[in-house]
């Protein structure tokens, strides 16, 4: 079985620019989380989707917003590029009807 | 005060030896723990995963939870080199929901031959 796949691996914008980033779950899972990693730092919880909704937003701005398809697989958004958001992306599949979350390699954004 | 508080580090221990990581945290409603290890610039992989007090054995990892204390530990035994990574414990509950994990800031390991 395919683990969660994430891409792209590494992406460079500017600051303003808008960036996409995409996760596919482990087949099976209907729920994702998103994160957001700061070198030196634990991850940060952003959003958990199931079935297409939104069932939980961490304190991230406005900026960030995010969709579940209904392949199960997600989409991460952000808006109005700062260079705070440099930062390694991390999206979960949550295992159904259990609390396990299995990582992604993730998404390291830079921006500059 | 931080949900999860961890001592960074870095730990240094030769190879074969016990290692103790820790975590201790601030809401009671915690239910859910996991120890999780991350290897440079990878995501996180989920090592143990524990619901409510107690103790969980897996190969030479030992998790403990006692929430009366709201402190949970990660034992290794026979540390190998290929143990050296960062490890992250992991937490949730309560008002916040199942799913919205709340992370140490993570222990970096080396495990010296």
């Known amino acids: 079985d395919a683990g969660v796949t994430q891409s792209p691996t590494h992406l460079i914008k500017t600051r303003g620019q808008q960036v996409t980033l995409r996760c596919s779950p482990i087949?099976?899972?209907?729920?994702v989380s998103w994160y957001q990693q700061v070198l030196g730092q634990g991850p940060q919880f952003i959003f958990q989707?199931?079935?297409?909704?939104?069932?939980g937003r961490g304190n991230f701005p406005d900026r960030f917003s995010a969709r579940q398809f209904p392949n199960y697989s997600s989409e991460l958004n952000v808006n109005a590029l700062l260079l705070g958001d440099s930062a390694l992306y991390l999206c979960?599949?949550?295992?159904?009807?259990?609390?396990?979350?299995?990582f992604g390699p993730g998404t390291r954004l830079t921006v500059l | 005060q931080k949900e999860v508080e961890q001592d960074p580090g870095p730990l240094s221990v030769p190879e074969g030896a016990i290692v103790s990581l820790n975590c201790t945290y601030s809401?009671?409603?915690?239910?859910?723990f996991m120890w999780y290890r991350q290897y440079s610039r990878k995501g996180p992989e989920l090592l143990m995963y524990?619901?409510?007090?107690g103790n969980k054995e897996d190969g030479r990892f030992t998790a403990q939870v006692d929430k009366s204390s709201k402190y949970i530990s990660l034992f290794i035994r026979d540390s190998q080199p290929s143990d050296s990574a960062t490890y992250l414990c992991?937490?949730?509950?309560?008002?916040?929901?199942?799913?919205?994990?709340?992370f140490g800031t993570g222990t970096r390991l080396t495990v010296i031959p």
């Open positions: 979960a599949s949550i295992r159904t009807g259990y609390n396990e979350q299995f």
């Open positions: 989707y199931y079935e297409k909704e939104e069932r």
């Open positions: 809401n009671s409603a915690f239910q859910y």
């Open positions: 992991a937490m949730s509950g309560g008002s916040t929901g199942a799913n919205n994990l709340f």
């Open positions: 524990t619901y409510s007090s």
């Open positions: 087949s099976g899972h209907k729920s």
